[in-house]
């Protein structure tokens, strides 16, 4: 044999195909990492926005029932002078999507609620007075005439926000109490 005819015998030449699949692959496993992150953190901020939802919600019903007692409370309409978020029968009821709910325009109501950026304001809106039906006897308790202790109407308008400020909730309530 003749030294060139050893030489003739080389290996096949590879063409890099396993490489190549390699790299496809490794694309895909780094495209679907980057998608199931994407959707974790969105998945994360949706539940951190209900939760500050929830968290103005339950202070606004907190606010809710304290302005209701402070509604209970009341033995005239001389303190609803239209100012302070107090408002009689003939004050005219604020934009309450536009007004600043920070400002005089409302009062402090509850106690802030554990977490929340602030203590939920309001407004109380007197809007008049009903007689009692069927009362058999005069009521002196609430220093009324023989007609009876009268049903007093009011809407009660509570602002509160979440834990970072950007979820709002306002919740209205139509409230009567007798006197």
């Not at 509850?110 to 007197?126: L, M, N, Q």
């Not at 007609?147 to 308008?157: E, L, N, S």
């Amino acid at each position: 044999m003749s030294p060139r005819t050893l030489c003739t015998f080389s290996r096949p030449r590879q063409r890099g195909a396993v490489l190549a699949v390699s790299l496809i692959f490794l694309l895909l496993l780094t495209l679907l990492g980057v998608t199931t992150m994407q959707s974790t953190l969105l998945q994360e901020r949706m539940a951190g926005s209900f939760r500050d939802r929830d968290l103005a919600f339950q202070a606004a019903e907190a606010g809710l029932r304290d302005a209701e007692e402070w509604v209970e409370g009341l033995t005239s309409t001389a303190t609803l002078t239209g100012t302070g978020g107090r408002l009689g029968e003939d004050d005219v009821e604020p934009d309450y999507l536009a007004i600043d709910w920070t400002s005089d325009q409302s009062f402090a109501c509850g106690e802030a609620v554990t977490g929340v950026a602030a203590t939920p304001r309001c407004i109380v809106k007197h809007l008049g007075h009903s007689a009692q039906d069927s009362s058999p006897t005069p009521n002196t308790t609430y220093g009324n005439t023989a007609a009876g202790p009268q049903r007093q109407h009011f809407v009660i308008t509570v602002h509160a926000v979440g834990g970072t400020g950007e979820a709002e909730a306002i919740l209205r309530s139509r409230y009567v109490t007798l006197w």
